[in-house]
């Protein structure tokens, strides 16, 4: 079956868990659809159920009240783990330790983690590019960061993420979304 209960389970409550969030951005957008396309990015490279989900609830512990506990109860250890895997662990944190930890993370995540992250990056990357040839630089003023600082970031989290798993098959994607953001560059 394509479509499974649990597929539809995780949809719902991320839908659920997301309603009245917006991306950032001009264009006022549903969260919810960052990470349901995260989870068609994964579906779309062949990627198994439980890293599909993963990717469905990636910023669910993240950015709502859904809990560890409730992951690992609906969806089970696996999911539960890469979810958390790709969380910030301390949100009260500054915005540049927060990311800092999270790179360094990188290294010790497992292949199912590893794309979920890579889906994550690549949907920001690719929503950046659309934004940037739209809008030019004002898309960068939404951002916690400098645009140098931003760029930086993710030029180095491609290096990580390709340094952890040669093979991961989102690479050549990431890697294309790279030399775009490269344009960037003043």
Same mark, same amino acid.
Request: hydrophobic fraction near 40%; glycine fraction near 4%; proline fraction near 3%.
């Given at each position: 079956?394509?479509?499974?209960?649990?597929? #539809? +389970?995780?949809?719902? $409550?991320?839908? #659920?868990?997301?309603?009245? #969030?917006?991306?950032?951005?001009?264009?006022?957008?549903?969260?919810?659809?960052?990470?349901?396309?995260?989870? $068609? /990015?994964?579906?779309?490279? *062949?990627?198994?159920?439980?890293?599909? /989900?993963? *990717?469905?609830?990636?910023?669910?512990?993240?950015?709502?009240? =859904?809990?560890? &506990? %409730?992951? %690992?109860?609906?969806?089970? &250890?696996?999911?539960?783990?890469? =979810?958390?895997? =790709?969380?910030?662990?301390? +949100?009260?944190?500054?915005?540049?330790?927060?990311?800092?930890?999270?790179?360094?993370?990188?290294?010790?995540?497992?292949? *199912?983690? $590893?794309?979920?992250?890579?889906?994550?990056?690549?949907?920001?990357?690719?929503?950046?590019?659309?934004?940037?040839?739209?809008?030019?630089?004002? /898309?960068?003023?939404?951002?916690?960061?400098? +645009?140098?600082?931003?760029?930086?970031?993710?030029?180095?989290?491609?290096?990580?993420?390709?340094?952890?798993?040669?093979?991961?098959?989102?690479?050549?994607?990431?890697?294309?979304? #790279?030399?775009?953001? *490269?344009?960037?560059?003043?």
């Amino acid at each position: 079956m394509v479509y499974t209960d649990k597929l #539809q +389970k995780a949809t719902y $409550l991320a839908i #659920q868990a997301h309603n009245g #969030q917006v991306r950032k951005g001009k264009f006022i957008v549903p969260y919810v659809t960052h990470p349901l396309t995260v989870g $068609l /990015i994964l579906a779309k490279i *062949g990627a198994d159920e439980n890293v599909i /989900i993963a *990717g469905i609830l990636h910023d669910s512990i993240e950015d709502t009240d =859904v809990t560890k &506990e %409730k992951i %690992k109860k609906e969806f089970g &250890e696996e999911v539960c783990e890469m =979810v958390d895997d =790709v969380t910030e662990q301390d +949100k009260t944190l500054p915005w540049d330790t927060r990311k800092r930890l999270a790179m360094e993370h990188i290294p010790h995540m497992n292949h *199912g983690s $590893l794309l979920v992250k890579s889906a994550d990056l690549l949907h920001n990357l690719t929503d950046i590019i659309a934004d940037y040839k739209k809008e030019g630089e004002e /898309i960068f003023k939404i951002f916690h960061a400098s +645009k140098k600082m931003q760029l930086e970031r993710y030029n180095n989290l491609i290096s990580a993420i390709e340094k952890a798993w040669t093979e991961n098959p989102l690479l050549p994607d990431l890697k294309k979304a #790279q030399i775009e953001i *490269g344009k960037f560059w003043d």
